[in-house]
T-cell receptor, first 116, second 110 residues
């Protein structure tokens, strides 16, 4: 089945630094990937839709300059949290959409970001 | 904006009891999916319902999609401690975006 690898699984960074999270589709091409944020005991909130070769589409209220998304290839999308602050601490999850046979969404295992 | 209202948000029951989780919207979705998520992990797909009125069964779990494709339910029979987790409904909207309900935190006590 489709597999999405998300890395790192957890990261601790100092306030003011930037952190990059990678999301790779291992055995299929994903023209569309999604980035979600999740707080403890809450659901997933869609942050942005990432399309290969074009600019990401951000949901209302999400700062595009703070959460930089790059989708340069059909198997890789990255989310960079710039100038991180403690309030950016959260669980970030990516999802890749497979439009071919076996159409569906495959989720990464998530990245726990802690900003200190 | 398409929204999914999921209820209840928290549920604590004894082993052996039955439960139902509801997912409602004022919008029509092309499909609805149910996921289960463990702490610190990504959500895992349980089922996708596509046709209005569709009923799918997965062992002790029964999923139903409303006739108008605006609502869905998850029914668990004879819940077990291993069923404990966060259950999420999600609807596919235009552009392929998957919108999630608020989630139901289920705790099954032995």
């Amino acid at each position: 089945g489709a597999v999405v690898s998300q890395h790192p699984s957890w990261v601790i960074c100092k306030s003011g630094t930037s952190v990059k999270i990678e999301c790779r589709s291992l055995d299929f091409q994903a023209t569309t990937m999604f980035w979600y944020r999740q707080f403890p005991k809450q659901s997933l909130m869609l942050m942005a839709t990432s399309n290969e070769g074009s600019k990401a589409t951000y949901e209302q209220g999400v700062e595009k300059d703070k959460f930089l998304i790059n989708h340069a290839s059909l198997t890789l999308s990255t989310l960079t949290v710039t100038s991180a602050h403690p309030e950016d601490s959260s669980f970030y999850i990516c999802s890749a959409l497979s439009r071919g046979e076996g159409y569906g969404y495959t989720f990464g295992s998530g990245t726990r970001l802690t900003v200190v | 904006t398409q929204l999914l209202e999921q209820s209840p948000q928290f549920l604590s029951i004894q082993e052996g009891e039955n439960l139902t989780v509801y997912c409602n919207s004022s919008s029509v979705f092309s499909s609805l999916q149910w996921y289960r998520q463990e702490p610190g992990e990504g959500p895992v797909l349980l089922v996708t319902v596509v046709t209005g009125g569709e009923v799918k069964k997965l062992k002790r779990l029964t999923f139903q999609f409303g006739d108008a494709r605006k609502d869905s339910s998850l029914h668990i029979t004879a819940a077990q401690p291993g069923d404990t987790g966060l259950y999420l409904c999600a609807g596919a909207s235009g552009g392929g975006k998957l919108i999630f309900g608020q989630g139901t935190e289920l705790s099954v006590k032995p």
